[in-house]
């Protein structure tokens, strides 16, 4: 048996999925949260195995964006046994408008009214019976995120499957109906009973992407029909369609539906007064993001992380070890291999647990209260006047997690431009794997200064906008934006278990790359660090690691760093961004990192890290997603460059300015400046400002 759940982005699919197969999808404020079809087993017992199926979420069965297509692919294909239609009913009239087209596919439907707690707190009232009634298909009322009337629901649904009994579809004019009539009676042999409505409004519709093995004889005769149709109704037949649903739609809300509050603000709508206020949205998501950071990876996060690199990693355990292996008398090489590579590697890593755990506590809290979404909506209005997409911003917000997934949503951008400069800047946005160096770089350099450690974030921003405005100007990205809707859901205080899972999940995948990846790449370092071509134990300075990071590092003396050791560490971290600290840990494990850089060449080499190209995955996320070697290239090129430019100003100019050094560094930093505030505010190459 298997079941759909189906709706508009936030009705809450998500939500109710998890509950009902006790997974963890990602729950989310904005649309493209869900592109990929996600399937589970339903977890309690209803006599039978039951299959939920979570759709990406859609406004209309028409096939435009990547969502629609895959949704309706599944509905129309793969056909489920029921469908569960989540309507946001707090939204009704919006919501109701994808029912009506659900009531077409031949499918047995349940429509679960969700977030019936905002109705009940509004005081609105909803006649579900009446509705019921009106509709042809049960109408229960539902709280995913209370977890109420979720078994109910569920119990609808697998009774609709059982019976196979298809909802009546909506009727339309009886203008319209003639006309749909007539495309029936000629397509009726090429389709399956079922789904003889959908194919028929959706020929009528001039739906181009219904792929319906017709004659093309049938195909003239339909065409004439419809154009007969709109000559008479002297409108466009897809018009005509959306309007009487409309209409539809409004005769039920008119009959079903009392809101006694309507026009008033709620509690919502007051904050957002405040929080999207054209003058202090800016300040205060700058405040949050500040507070975010600051208090995760500086004081509360950080004290613990204290405590775990330099007692528990620090002494404890090589302590616990060294004593263990004396006992057990093992060779030399396995005691350094083991403590200098795996210990000093690993634990390097696995110390920034604390601080990564509370960094997506809070992430996870702020977007599970509704305030992310209306982070997405301050940003899509200010960077619209650059000719920036708002939607752009969505992946960019997925990859503060991991910039893999931040990547996939950029399918969810139509303009295939504005798709590829979201490929290539997402991942400037600090992810997880970025925080250690983030945390280690801020706390032994800058010990008493709160804003290294959120300036990370900023700058990730920053680099995406300023990217995105030059880009804009370059041939290939010039264009007007696509218009970007979303909803603002109302505020709710966030769901503790769904939080705490969330968090979690993301320090349980953190801890399981530290035991694979980081751990094979620290040996594989250890090694490289302790043997010399020649394959004999040797001095560190005579090492292949250090032959190999000494042959790249004249070419990172100009932003600072330019030993082999930190040259080593950035380049494994293109295997993955938490080695440059497990390779540091190797490394640096008998000096200490202190004293192999100055301040401000570890800010260099951290600004060069957050913005370089991303690890492995991410860019083989980024070379699957841009099916262009060539696109592939140039994305890699661009982040290296940009992220070796900005290193070079900031170490260059960092010393102009603390009179430490003066020289064609200094100038060719100026320069450089000058160059890109001239990209920035040149004009563009057509006009791209709109509005
Ligand atoms: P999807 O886009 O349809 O998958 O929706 P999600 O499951 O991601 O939910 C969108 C937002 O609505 C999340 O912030 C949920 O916590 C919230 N939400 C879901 N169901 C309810 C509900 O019944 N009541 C309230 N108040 N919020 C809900
Ligand atoms: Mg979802």
Not at 110 to 138: C, F, R, T, W
Not at 190 to 202: E, M
Not at 532 to 544: E, Q
Not at 577 to 590: A, C, F, Q, R, S
């Amino acid at each position: 048996m298997k079941i759909a759940l189906a709706g508009n982005p936030n009705s809450g699919k998500t939500t109710l999925f998890n509950t009902l197969t006790g997974s963890n999808q990602h729950v989310g404020n904005w649309p493209g949260v869900t592109v990929e079809k996600k399937d589970g087993t339903l977890r309690r017992n209803m006599g039978e195995t039951v299959i939920i199926q979570d759709l990406p979420g859609i406004y209309s069965l028409s096939p435009y964006t990547l969502e629609e297509i895959i949704t309706r692919k599944y509905l129309i294909s793969d056909r489920p046994d029921a469908i569960i239609n989540i309507v946001d009913a707090s939204n009704i009239e919006r919501n109701l408008y994808l029912t009506t087209q659900i009531l077409e596919v031949g499918i047995p439907v349940v429509i679960a009214l969700n977030m019936i707690d905002i109705v009940q707190k509004k005081g609105d009232i909803i006649d579900i019976e009446k509705m019921s009634e009106k509709l042809g298909v049960p109408v229960l009322e539902m709280s995913a995120l209370k977890v109420v009337g979720e078994t109910e629901v569920v119990r609808a649904a697998l009774l609709a499957a059982k019976s196979g009994k298809c909802p009546t579809p909506i009727t339309f004019s009886p203008e319209t109906e003639n006309v749909l009539r007539e495309i029936s009676e000629l397509i009726k042999d090429y389709v399956s009973p079922q789904t003889l409505r959908f194919c028929s409004i959706k020929l009528f519709e001039h739906d181009g992407k219904t792929r319906l093995e017709l004659p093309d004889a049938v195909k003239l005769q339909i065409e004439d029909l419809v154009y007969k149709f709109e000559d008479k109704a002297g409108d466009d037949s897809d018009s005509v369609i959306i309007n009487e649903r409309y209409n539809y739609i409004s005769r039920i809300t008119e009959e079903c539906v009392i809101l006694p509050h309507k026009g008033e603000l709620t509690v919502s709508d007051k904050i957002d007064k405040i929080v999207t206020s054209r003058v202090l949205a800016l300040p205060i998501f700058a405040a949050v993001m500040f507070l975010v950071y600051y208090l995760s990876i500086s004081t509360i996060g950080g004290l613990m992380t204290d405590w775990v690199n330099e007692t528990l990693f620090g002494e404890i355990v090589p302590n616990g070890i060294g004593a263990f292996l004396e006992r057990i008398g093992t060779a030399e090489w396995l005691n350094a291999l083991i403590l200098d590579g795996i210990v000093a590697g690993v634990g390097a890593v696995l110390g920034f647990i604390p601080q990564m755990l509370m960094l997506f506590l809070f992430l996870t809290l702020l977007e599970d209260c509704g305030y992310m979404s209306r982070i997405a909506f301050i940003l899509d209005r200010i960077f619209k006047k650059f000719g920036l997409s708002g939607k752009s911003f969505i992946p960019i917000l997925i990859g503060t997690g991991c910039g893999v997934p931040g990547i996939l949503a950029s399918r969810t951008i139509e303009s295939e431009s504005d798709r590829r400069m979201t490929i290539i800047t997402t991942t400037f946005i600090p992810c997880s794997a970025k925080l250690p160096i983030i945390a280690l770089i801020a706390g032994t350099f800058f010990p008493r200064s709160a804003f290294v450690a959120p300036s990370a974030y900023f700058i990730g921003m920053a680099a995406i906008i300023v990217s995105g405005v030059m880009l804009k100007k370059t041939k290939p990205f010039k264009g007007a934006s696509a218009p970007f809707v979303m909803e603002l859901p109302a505020y709710h205080p966030p769901k503790p278990s769904a939080v705490l899972r969330t968090t979690l999940n993301r320090g349980a995948e953190f801890v399981q790359r530290a035991g694979t990846i980081i751990l094979l790449a620290s040996v594989i370092i250890w090694f490289l660090s302790n043997h010399s071509f020649s394959f004999r134990v040797s001095d560190v300075a005579d090492s292949m690691l250090a032959v190999i990071g000494g042959g790249l590092a004249p070419l990172f003396a100009p932003v600072g760093w330019g030993k082999w050791e930190a040259v080593v560490a950035a380049l494994t971290g293109i295997i993955a961004k938490e080695n440059i600290v497990g390779t540091m840990g190797v490394l640096y494990n008998k000096t200490g990192i202190e004293t192999a850089f100055t301040p401000l060449a570890a800010y260099s080499f951290l600004l060069f890290n957050l913005l370089c190209a991303p690890c492995l995955a991410a860019c083989g996320t980024v070379a699957q997603e841009m099916k262009s070697r060539k696109w592939t290239a140039f994305a890699l090129g661009y982040q290296c460059g940009f992220a070796y430019i900005v290193a070079f100003i900031a170490y260059q100019l960092g010393r102009f300015f603390s009179g430490t050094g003066f020289g064609v560094g200094t100038v060719a930093a100026l320069v450089l400046v000058w160059a890109m505030l001239m990209m920035l505010f040149r004009k563009g190459e057509k006009k791209w400002r709109q509005s």
